[in-house]
T-cell receptor
Framework: QKEVEQDPGPLSVPEGAIVSLNCTYSNSAFQYFMWYRQYSRKGPELLMY????GNKEDGRFTAQVDKSSKYISLFIRDSQPSDSATYLC???????????FGTGTQLKVEL | DGGITQSPKYLFRKEGQNVTLSCEQNLNHDAMYWYRQDPGQGLRLIYY???????QKGDIAEGYSVSREKKESFPLTVTSAQKNPTAFYLC??????????????FGEGSRLTVL
């Protein structure tokens, strides 16, 4: 079993839809949770960052962490074609920036 | 502009050849990393370096080698011992202090194809 599980998709939604992306994990020592966005043939860029449980909102994006269920989510409101990308969840225990990544979910937002 | 530059973007190699991928950063970051990305596997850590002249193996270091002679540079050599070298390789960096754990800055990647 992988430490971090993420549905690879692809996920296709119409413009304006609410998108929900999820990851589950098995290591209870993870404390820092990230979502990276990766456009085709590019490197990932940090999109959202949360520490411990709770919600964090940034514009159309909301990151949610439920440590009791070992489950993290990224919600995208009013999705746009420019949101079409692969979304990677990542997490670490805190020391040394050694991240464990999910496989990534490919999202396509269609006009 | 500050950032991470990887070269070449695309590289073709014959079996049995070593190849070196370049990674240069002008962000004044102490730590640098090499990841490999394959379809369905996410990013896997090959090597990382927290400081000049020091580096550690990641989860899949076999068949790879690195050096860290300068703060700005962290080249990766894919040797002929690497059994499945065809992949997308990503270099990243982060400051050692004053940043959030897990906040990495990535280059645009190098795609290596073994013929």
């Amino acid at each position: 079993q992988k430490e971090v599980e993420q549905d690879p998709g692809p996920l296709s939604v119409p413009e304006g839809a609410i998108v929900s992306l999820n990851c589950t994990y098995s290591n209870s020592a993870f404390q820092y949770f990230m979502w990276y966005r990766q456009y085709s043939r590019k490197g990932p860029e940090l999109l959202m960052y949360t520490y411990s449980s709770g919600n964090k909102e940034d514009g159309r994006f909301t990151a949610q962490v439920d440590k009791s269920s070992k489950y993290i989510s990224l919600f995208i409101r009013d999705s746009q074609p420019s949101d079409s990308a692969t979304y990677l969840c990542a997490m670490c225990t805190g020391g040394g920036n050694k991240l464990t990544f999910g496989t990534g979910t490919q999202l396509k937002v269609e006009l | 502009d500050g950032g991470i530059t990887q070269s070449p973007k695309y590289l073709f190699r014959k079996e049995g050849q070593n190849v070196t991928l370049s990674c240069e950063q002008n962000l004044n970051h102490d730590a640098m990393y090499w990841y490999r990305q394959d379809p369905g596997q996410g990013l896997r850590l090959i090597y990382y370096s927290q400081i000049v002249n020091d580096f550690q193996k990641g989860d899949i270091a076999e068949g790879y080698s690195v050096s860290r002679e300068k703060k700005e540079s962290f080249p990766l050599t894919v040797t002929s011992a690497q059994k499945n070298p065809t992949a997308f390789y990503l270099c990243a960096s982060s400051p050692r202090t004053g940043t959030l754990p897990g906040e990495l800055f990535f280059g645009e990647g190098s795609r290596l194809t073994v013929l």
